[in-house]
């Protein structure tokens, strides 16, 4: 059973990065997007920005949060704690006292 829920968070961490990456790249043309219809201006420029917030913010929240939610579910198979204090002894190197 461990074996598998390891695959299956290796398999889901895999989606989990290649959806952030896909979700932060569309963000950063929505961006771009911003630009030109601020350089455009006028109603075309509104056009563009209505556009972009009315049918493509929608689609990045939604992909986000699922991919989110794959990772934290690949996070649990595969017994990882984050943000949770670990005590770890400090070694020291030869130079220190």
């Known amino acids: 059973m461990k074996k598998f829920c390891k695959k299956l968070s290796d398999i889901l961490k895999t989606i989990f990065g290649y959806g952030i ?3 932060l790249f569309a963000g950063g043309l929505t961006f771009f997007g911003f630009v030109a219809a601020l350089i455009i201006g006028g109603e075309t420029g509104t056009a563009i920005s209505v556009f972009i917030q009315k049918s493509i913010f ?18 649990y ?3 990882e704690k984050a943000l949770t204090p670990e005590k770890k002894h400090a ?3 030869e ?3």
């Open 21 to 23: 990456m896909v979700s």
């Open 58 to 75: 929608p689609v990045i929240i939604y992909v986000s949060v699922i991919m989110v939610l794959l990772g934290l579910v690949a996070m």
């Open 95 to 97: 130079g220190e006292v």
């Open 77 to 79: 198979l595969a017994g």
């Open 91 to 93: 070694q020291k190197h």
